[in-house]
């Protein structure tokens, strides 16, 4: 372990000016991913600010039928919300389809978001990693790509975001509440918030240096069928092979994000107005581009057969 500081802010501005002000400052809640990355010497923050006292653990109403979740409503207490279990099913399901119930206690909402990839790659600090090492080169793109991404992917990363609850964030269009250094707030769409990895890999969100989590926006619910997919390799503590939120409304046009295909959540508008095709008109528009390697070719029709069984189970309903 590398020696680092220390400090508990005393507000969300505080915490920002801490970060900004100090190179290799980390904030620090949950630190479920990072005390992991630290112990491998993946991460090595020079100071480390502790946000849990700032009173960003709770659930609130918004005045236009939605709801307020703060960055440090752990996801337990997010999953087993009796609101966003009636109103946000989809979004109770993927949180409890992640990690084991031990983590998801300590887990919170904004360190859920800004969790980096389990590439192994990226953990094997042998091997060349552009996101971990930047310039160094990407040994996924000629090694072992069963788990990564098909779609989105560039010649520097080919990774995929781990989130099962970002997932369903993007199929309820939330956005992100922030607050920098300077003590200013903005507002960004979770469509907006991950970035592909392009030639800068090691960027990951619409983040500014400095800038800290305050809140996630959910906006008014959607009523009809809310499903939650999780293809992968064992039945439990287990990252997606590939994952489908889905929200089938009672009218309008339904919604489908998907996870384990690329580097952020991935839903494609033009996707959603293929339902009249069935699943492999949805897939094959989800999917236009992809570029898999041959190792991981497996998800393209995977992909088609998860949607069919979740229009099934919508069908069902």
Same mark, same amino acid.
């Given at each position: 372990? #590398?020696?680092?500081? +220390?400090?508990? *802010?005393?507000?969300?501005?505080? &915490?920002?000016?801490?970060? =900004?002000?100090?190179?290799?400052?980390?904030?620090?809640?949950?630190?479920?991913?990072?005390?992991?990355?630290?112990?491998?010497?993946?991460?090595?923050? $020079?100071?480390?600010?502790?946000?849990?006292?700032?009173?960003?653990? $709770?659930?609130? @109403?918004?005045?236009?039928?939605?709801?307020?979740?703060?960055?440090?409503?752990?996801?337990?207490?997010?999953?087993?919300?009796?609101?966003?279990?009636?109103?946000?099913?989809?979004?109770?399901?993927?949180?409890?389809?992640?990690?084991?119930?031990?983590?998801?206690? #300590?887990?919170?909402?904004?360190?859920?978001?800004?969790?980096?990839?389990?590439?192994?790659?990226? +953990?094997?600090?042998?091997? *060349?990693?552009?996101?971990?090492?930047?310039?160094?080169?990407?040994?996924?793109?000629?090694?072992?790509? %069963?788990?990564?991404?098909? !779609?989105?992917?560039?010649?520097?990363?080919?990774?995929?975001?781990?989130?099962?609850? =970002?997932?369903?964030?993007?199929?309820?269009?939330?956005?992100?509440?922030?607050?920098?250094? /300077?003590?200013?707030? %903005? $507002?960004?769409?979770?469509?907006?918030?991950?970035?592909?990895?392009?030639?800068?890999?090691?960027?990951?969100?619409?983040?500014?240096?400095?800038?800290? !989590?305050?809140?996630?926006?959910?906006?008014?619910?959607?009523?009809? $069928?809310?499903? +939650?997919?999780?293809?992968?390799?064992?039945?439990?503590? @287990?990252?997606?092979?590939?994952?489908?939120?889905? !929200?089938?409304?009672?009218?309008?046009?339904?919604?489908?994000?998907? /996870?384990?295909?690329?580097?952020?959540?991935?839903?494609?508008?033009?996707?959603?107005?293929?339902?009249?095709?069935?699943? #492999? @008109? !949805?897939? &094959?528009?989800?999917?236009?581009?992809?570029?898999?390697?041959?190792?991981?070719?497996?998800?393209?029709?995977?992909?088609?057969?998860?949607? @069919?069984?979740?229009?099934?189970?919508?069908? *069902?309903?």
């Amino acid at each position: 372990m #590398k020696p680092f500081t +220390y400090e508990r *802010a005393t507000s969300p501005a505080a &915490a920002a000016a801490a970060v =900004a002000a100090k190179p290799g400052a980390k904030f620090v809640a949950g630190g479920t991913n990072l005390l992991d990355l630290m112990k491998l010497q993946i991460e090595a923050p $020079t100071h480390l600010v502790d946000v849990n006292r700032l009173g960003l653990d $709770t659930i609130e @109403a918004t005045p236009d039928g939605g709801l307020r979740v703060g960055a440090l409503v752990r996801n337990t207490a997010l999953a087993a919300d009796s609101r966003v279990r009636r109103d946000y099913g989809v979004l109770s399901r993927a949180l409890l389809s992640g990690a084991s119930g031990q983590l998801r206690n #300590k887990a919170t909402t904004a360190g859920n978001l800004l969790q980096r990839t389990r590439c192994p790659y990226f +953990y094997d600090t042998n091997q *060349a990693c552009n996101k971990r090492k930047p310039g160094s080169g990407c040994a996924a793109l000629g090694g072992y790509s %069963r788990a990564l991404a098909v !779609i989105g992917t560039s010649k520097d990363c080919i990774a995929t975001h781990p989130s099962d609850m =970002a997932v369903a964030m993007r199929a309820l269009d939330a956005t992100v509440e922030t607050v920098d250094g /300077g003590g200013r707030t %903005r $507002t960004i769409p979770i469509a907006d918030f991950h970035r592909l990895p392009g030639s800068t890999p090691w960027i990951e969100t619409a983040l500014t240096p400095g800038e800290m !989590i305050t809140a996630v926006t959910l906006p008014a619910p959607v009523r009809g $069928t809310h499903i +939650y997919r999780k293809v992968r390799d064992r039945a439990s503590y @287990a990252f997606a092979t590939i994952s489908v939120a889905a !929200i089938l409304p009672e009218s309008g046009t339904p919604r489908f994000a998907f /996870g384990g295909l690329a580097h952020k959540p991935w839903r494609v508008a033009a996707a959603e107005a293929r339902l009249d095709g069935g699943a #492999k @008109a !949805i897939a &094959a528009a989800a999917l236009a581009g992809a570029t898999p390697t041959s190792q991981n070719a497996y998800k393209i029709p995977l992909v088609e057969r998860t949607l @069919a069984a979740v229009l099934a189970e919508g069908r *069902a309903a």
